[in-house]
């Protein structure tokens, strides 16, 4: 994983925690058609829930672009530590529940 300087702000995962206890968090996210998620990082595995899908880009802190498509219903699991921001690029609202797993 890139090393960040101390001076790199990082935003939070989503917009809104909807529940959290010891052993799990879970993140609201919604974004409208060109909304754009703050750079982040993701300190715990998680499991992204597309509850409206959205055609998306995932750009890392290196400047990677990756196509992220996520259909309505579909459930993605990723490790820890990527570094990135989430752009929607399609014409649809993008909404989902992203659950960390601590």
Known sequence: MTELSADLELGPVGQEIVFENDRV???HIRLAPGERQPLHRHDH???VVAIE???NVV???DGTTID???PTGGVVYRDPGAVHMLTNVGDTTYL???VELK
């Open 25 to 27: 968090r879970v993140w």
């Open 45 to 47: 595995p998680y499991l």
């Open 53 to 55: 899908g959205a055609k």
């Open 59 to 61: 750009q890392t802190i």
């Open 68 to 70: 992220a498509d996520e």
């Open 96 to 98: 989902a529940r992203l």
